[in-house]
């Protein structure tokens, strides 16, 4: 489990740091992130409309950005799906 936790910050990280804050996600920042290493897990992973409602439902405070803590809550909504439970 830690490799698996290593592996999501620091791939949280190496997109955060392409624009703006370090520490945010943006949009585009987003979308490239779920296309390229979710694309089985994120449902229309392809469509771009999906990936904005899809980032909106998880920005809590409509800022246009993700941080870690917001992201985690995908991860959270994913493994949830992958291993079946509610």
């Known amino acids: 489990m830690e490799a698996a936790i290593t592996t999501i910050v620091s791939q949280f990280k190496a997109y955060a740091g392409n624009e703006g804050s370090s520490s ?19 449902k229309n992973a392809s469509d771009p409309a999906s990936i ?20 985690w809550q995908l991860i959270g909504i994913l493994a949830r799906k992958q291993g079946g439970f509610s």
């Not at 945010?24 to 994120?42: I, M, R």
């Not at 904005?52 to 992201?71: A, H, K, P, R, W």
């Open 24 to 42: 945010t996600l943006s949009k585009d920042e987003f979308h490239k992130l779920v296309t390229s290493q979710l694309p089985n897990f994120v």
């Open 52 to 71: 904005d409602q899809l980032m909106s439902s998880i920005d809590e405070n409509n800022d246009g950005e993700l941080t870690f803590s917001e992201f």
